[in-house]
């Protein structure tokens, strides 16, 4: 349920993007997309008591503070948790315990602009560029676990990691395709067609790639990696629509558990699908 605080800020936004888009297109792709990559929630709850027993870690990326966290140091293997928009590793507190007992190093970093991090916003270059550093100094990692927005950096990682054929990756309700978050969040707001062009080629400029190239599902045709993706059919935020396409493709090396009813972030909470995971991991 949307707070009043929350339904003030998004008529605020819509109003301003409906008034500025009549003076300015490029302009209000600017800040469309400023927005786009802002998050509008910080975890700022208690840690759970796990965090105190690991060895805090941090480095500097894009000009932010990333606040990590190690456990286990010197373990037979190292895994790395990716947590998704709006979020951050605490959330995975449950997780830390079973993979220390299978003989994991575990690495857990807030993004930038999450958590214990600092920033404002990210993008999914930075935190690509994040997760290959963590692997380049604190590494190498042989298995990662993300969800959402986490899943798809992974994705766009690990396919730039030689010998990812030896890796195992487990993927937690992915944000499967850019383009869908930029349509959901463009009808959201209100922005017109025109505004739209603007946006794509303010994405393109920075790299020379469009918005569909930041994609789960165009990644994994790169990844040899052993590969399990658990997805919930009625989750809101990435559509089953598109995982199911991947799905369809019958990749040897994806495995598939599909939910029903346990949505974005109810199914890395399950019982079942996270022991499903340390034991895939």
């Not at 339904?7 to 301003?16: D, E, G, M, Q, T």
């Not at 979020?87 to 315990?97: E, Q, T």
């Not at 999914?124 to 190498?140: A, Q, R, S, V």
């Not at 089953?240 to 495995?255: F, M, R, T």
Request: hydrophobic share 40%.
């Amino acid at each position: 349920m949307i707070k009043i605080g929350e339904r003030i800020a998004i008529y605020y936004y819509r109003a301003k993007f409906r008034i500025l888009s009549t003076v300015s297109k490029k302009k209000t792709a600017e800040i469309a997309l400023d927005l786009f990559s802002t998050p509008q929630f910080r975890y700022k709850r208690l840690f759970p008591k796990i965090f105190e027993e690991s060895e805090r870690l941090s480095f500097t990326i894009g000009g932010e503070t990333v606040q990590g966290y190690r456990w286990n140091k010197g373990g037979t293997k190292r895994v790395l948790i990716a947590h998704g928009f709006n979020s951050s590793v605490a959330v995975f507190g449950h997780y830390i315990r079973p993979l220390i007992d299978k003989g994991y190093e575990v690495l857990a970093f807030d993004a930038p602009a999450h958590g214990r991090s600092t920033g404002k916003q990210i993008n999914i270059l930075l935190y690509k560029e994040m997760i290959l550093f963590i692997n380049k100094t604190y590494g190498p990692v042989q298995s990662f676990m993300g969800h959402s927005f986490g899943g798809l950096a992974l994705s766009l990682a690990l396919e730039e990691i030689p010998g990812n054929q030896n890796l195992r990756l487990a993927l937690i309700a992915p944000a499967t395709e850019s383009l869908t978050a930029i349509n959901f969040f463009f009808s959201f707001m209100g922005l017109n067609g025109e505004v739209r062009k603007e946006f794509d080629q303010r994405i393109y400029s920075i790299q020379h790639l469009p918005s569909e190239w930041y994609s789960v599902s165009r990644a994994v045709k790169n990844l040899k990696a052993e590969i399990l993706w658990c997805h919930d059919v009625n989750d809101p935020m990435t559509p089953w629509k598109d995982a199911e396409k991947v799905k369809e493709q019958n990749y040897p090396n994806i495995k598939f558990i599909v939910t029903h009813g346990l949505g974005h972030r109810g199914i890395y909470k399950d019982e079942k699908i996270a022991k499903a995971i340390i034991e895939f991991l």
